[in-house]
C-alpha cells in the first residue's frame, strides 16, 4: 500500500511523494524535487521534472525529445546541469554538492586534504 498524505490546500489525499496537488494544484510544503521514485527510465530527470510540474511523465519526455530535435541535442546540456543538481532521493544530495562536500573536506581542518600532492 502507497503512504499518503493529505494536501495543505483541499485537504485531498496525495500520494507521499508528490510535490504539488494535482486537484488544486498547491505546492506542498517540504516537497524536494529529487530523481528517484518508481517510473525511473534513464537518470530520473524527466520524472523530477514531471513530479514538480504536475504533469504525466510521458508527456515530460516527448517534451524533452521534441526540444532535443528543435535545438538540434543543446537540451542535453539542460539535462545534465538538472542531473547534477538533483538529489537522487529526497533526504539524498545531489552529485555537485557531494562533489563540493569531499572537496571541502572536515570543517575543523583536522584531516589532511583530499587531493594527493607530489613533489
Do not use: N
Request: proline share 7%.
Amino acid at each position: 500500500m502507497d503512504a499518503t498524505k493529505r494536501c495543505v490546500a483541499c485537504a485531498m489525499d496525495l500520494r507521499d511523494e508528490a510535490t504539488r496537488c494535482p486537484h488544486c494544484q498547491a505546492v506542498q510544503p517540504g516537497a524536494v524535487m529529487h530523481r528517484g521514485g518508481e517510473g525511473r527510465k534513464l537518470l530520473g530527470v524527466c520524472l523530477a521534472l514531471s513530479r514538480q510540474f504536475g504533469l504525466d511523465v510521458a508527456l515530460v519526455r516527448v517534451a524533452f525529445i521534441i526540444a532535443l530535435v528543435v535545438t538540434f541535442g543543446a537540451t542535453l546540456m539542460v539535462y545534465g546541469l538538472l542531473w547534477a543538481f538533483t538529489p537522487p532521493s529526497p533526504i539524498g544530495k545531489a552529485p555537485v554538492q557531494r562533489v563540493v562536500d569531499w572537496m571541502s573536506g572536515p570543517a575543523d581542518g583536522s584531516a589532511e586534504p583530499k587531493v594527493e600532492r607530489r613533489v
